[in-house]
């Protein structure tokens, strides 16, 4: 999304390049319609206990956020580089993503207890 940004195409009509940030938009669509469920999912897991899970919620509420924007730039006829810039600059978006860096490191840290206590 960041190349296609820096391009400068009015529309993603037309262009090899267009057709594939639509595709990438329905992906990633896709991707965050179930994200907060495997995340949680995966942080159970590992054990995390029912009040380490509100965070959920805000996961939740980003993706559902996030998803929103996708699917308002996908509504759109001509995707510009200009629109997709402002959806890279969305406070939604980076919000969810801290979430799942977060969730990363949750779980890159339980696994590396997990192996040096010797449970796995």
Request: with cysteine; hydrophobic share 45%.
């Amino acid at each position: 999304m960041l190349a296609y940004a820096g391009q400068g195409l009015p529309s993603d009509q037309g262009n090899h390049v267009g057709g594939q940030v639509r595709e990438f938009l329905q992906s990633a669509g896709k991707a965050m319609a179930g994200l907060a469920e495997s995340c949680e999912r995966a942080l159970a897991e590992e054990g995390l206990k029912p009040a380490d899970m509100t965070f959920m919620a805000v996961l939740r509420r980003d993706a559902q956020d996030s998803l929103a924007m996708f699917e308002m730039v996908l509504a759109q006829p001509a995707i510009s580089s200009q629109l997709i810039d402002n959806l890279n600059a969305s406070i939604h978006l980076r919000a969810l993503l801290t979430d799942l860096f977060l969730v990363g490191e949750i779980l890159r840290t339980c696994s590396h207890a997990a192996v040096t206590s010797g449970k796995v």
